[in-house]
């Protein structure tokens, strides 16, 4: 079974500098795709920024980029110019590329989650 | 077009009471993903339907249930309530299994007292 953890329960930034967030998942599978979502204080989830294992190239959205290393299975998040609307709630997330069996379809592993607080 | 509904938003039962949540997914979209989220387990999978049938199941006890419909609206049941069971219930809507891209519900917070 796939595991994604966030070693990180809680991290703050000064409004308008970088902050990384990190996360490590473990999976047997060579073909998946990683997740980052934001959860602010209503609860809705977002959909932050993706990645797909067979891209070397590191995903980017705007001022969202991602460190992927494959090898180190680890998928970490850098917010830069950070904003007071970025507080929320972050949560690294795995999804299979299989669409069939146990672990595959559009189920997501979620980590712990990491408490991003932006301090003006 | 309009997002993700969940209706109730809010929902107090009493234990042993069964509860039913509703899931409405974007229009087109045809895969329905459940999701108990709790302070102490985290975000956790519960169940996932696509074209009517349950494709995926999370470990959950039997007391957890769910459907869809052909209108790709999909709803949960959790019988016999207990304590534990107080959480927020999120749904997540997909074009098909696998789509590349989800999107969450805000959400129906049970409380069981």
């Known amino acids: 079974a796939q595991t994604v953890t966030q070693s990180q329960p809680e991290m703050s930034v000064q409004e308008a500098e970088t902050v990384t967030l990190s996360c490590t998942y473990d999976t047997s599978e060579s073909d998946y795709y990683l997740f980052w979502y934001k959860q602010p204080p209503s609860r809705q989830m977002i959909l932050v920024i993706r990645q797909e294992a067979y891209k070397q190239q590191n995903a980017t959205e705007n001022r969202f980029s991602v460190n992927f290393q494959k090898a180190a299975k680890s998928f970490s998040l850098k917010i830069s110019d950070s904003q007071l609307g970025d507080a929320a709630m972050y949560f690294c997330?795995?999804?299979?590329?299989?669409?069939?069996?146990?672990?595959?379809?559009?189920?997501?592993?979620f980590g712990e989650g990491t408490q991003l607080t932006v301090n003006p | 077009k309009a997002g993700v509904t969940q209706t109730p938003r809010y929902l107090i039962k009493t234990r042993g009471q069964q509860v039913t949540l509703s899931c409405s997914p974007i229009s087109g979209h045809r895969s329905v993903s459940w999701y108990q989220q709790t302070p102490g387990q985290g975000l956790q999978f519960l169940f996932e339907?696509?074209?009517?049938?349950?494709?995926n199941k999370g470990n959950f006890p039997g007391r957890f249930s769910g459907r869809q419909f052909s209108n790709s609206r999909s709803e949960m049941n959790v019988s016999t309530l207990e304590l534990g069971d107080s959480a927020l219930y999120l749904c997540?809507?997909?074009?098909?299994?696998?789509?590349?891209?989800?999107?969450f519900g805000p959400g129906t917070r049970l409380t069981v007292t």
């Open positions: 997330a795995y999804r299979s590329a299989y669409s069939f069996g146990e672990t595959s379809g559009s189920r997501l592993t």
């Open positions: 339907y696509f074209s009517e049938t349950q494709r």
């Open positions: 997540a809507s997909a074009l098909r299994r696998g789509s590349y891209e989800q999107y």
